[in-house]
């Protein structure tokens, strides 16, 4: 397959320290260009990342006849603006999560895809990890009988109030950082959408971030999803999957330190015996970027369509309307 040759806009954290390593180490998705408002700072970022090619406006790098695709890890807030810019400078985008701010925003993207025909993504690379093929075999085999919970945790430490997750102007809190990652694998896990939500939320004085909050999720059908997410408490993750039969524990089901080999945990009632599946190290952001770029080439792959994202927004807004009106709200 024809490499695709990918451009980056911003230096955001995420990108340089993961998200471009990981592509680096994969002859598919070379990074030939690195974009920033401040044009000292593009060169010398792009150059202690072996990247040939530095640009002092992302309008440059958009106009790059030799980029193919751009991931956008902007703050959210420029997401729309930028991932649609790109399509219409006839880029392919992959988007970090969240896409847009709201359910609306999202829909304006869809509209810019099927304008251009250009393939564009959320950048939700959990998704991409093998484990979570496996959960799905697990349970369409059956082996945990009816599914009907999914419990889910994902927090960390962050008091930083210079850092752009602590405000709200940009698109800050624990909902849109974590909460994006505990919703969508709980859609992923039911293979289906939630009717209706309920959500407990406290907002930090001084940033006016959400900084907890515990959500419940209804799919129908005696089938329940919580989690909760966290932006002030100790570092932590988990997913504990139960059935009518047995029950299923991922030890990292968003993040982890890469590579590392993940396990999962498999029991089946009426006994406690418990069988721990090895999910053999890999890099789940080189994963994603090749993925990406084999749909961009048009070959046989996963896709996980912007209709997707667009119903991971619709979740949070309710997220949001729930918290002010504190009670349940459709989805």
């Known amino acids: 397959m024809e490499p695709v040759r990918w451009g980056v806009l911003g230096c955001a954290d995420i990108a340089l320290r993961t998200v471009i ?19 000292d700072k ?27 695709a751009v ?38 993207l869809i509209h810019a895809r099927d304008r251009t025909g250009l393939c564009i993504e959320e950048a939700m690379m959990a998704r991409d ?4 093929s496996i959960v799905r075999e697990l349970i369409e085999a059956g082996r945990i009988g009816q599914l009907r919970a999914l419990h889910l945790a994902f927090s960390y430490h962050n008091s930083d109030p210079t850092n752009i997750r602590n405000k709200v ?42 900084r907890l909050a515990s959500v419940m999720l209804d799919f129908g059908t005696s089938r329940q999803a919580c989690f909760t997410v966290a932006t002030q408490t100790g570092r932590y993750q ?64 996963t896709e996980w369509p912007l209709e997707l994202a667009f119903a991971g927004m619709r979740v949070l807004d309710a997220i949001r309307r729930s918290h002010g009106s504190g009670g349940w709200e459709d989805v």
């Open 129 to 132: 990890h093998p484990q979570w």
């Open 21 to 39: 390593p990981a592509m680096q180490q994969s002859p598919l998705t070379p990074v030939l260009a690195l974009a920033s408002r401040n044009g």
């Open 238 to 301: 988990q997913a504990q999957i139960l059935g009518a039969e047995g029950w299923i524990h991922i030890e990292f089901p968003f993040a982890h330190v890469q590579p590392r080999t993940v396990y999962l945990h498999h029991c089946c009632s009426p006994g406690f015996d418990i069988t721990r599946i090895e999910v053999p190290t890999i890099n789940q952001y080189t994963i994603q970027g090749e993925r990406f770029s084999r749909l961009i080439r048009g070959e046989p792959t």
């Open 169 to 210: 102007e940009t698109g800050g809190g624990g909902i849109y950082d974590l909460g994006i990652y505990t919703s969508t694998i709980a859609r992923l896990v039911f293979a289906d959408e939630p009717r209706r939500l309920v959500a407990l939320v406290d907002i930090d004085p001084d940033f006016g971030t959400d």
């Open 71 to 108: 991931y956008n890890p902007l703050p959210n807030n420029l997401h729309l603006e930028w991932s649609v810019k790109a399509l219409d400078a006839g880029k392919h985008v992959l988007c970090e999560k969240p896409l847009t701010m709201d359910a609306k925003e999202a829909e304006t």
């Open 42 to 68: 593009a060169r010398a970022t792009a150059d202690s990342l072996c990247i040939p090619k530095a640009y002092e406006s992302y309008e440059a790098l958009l106009a790059d006849d030799d980029i193919d």
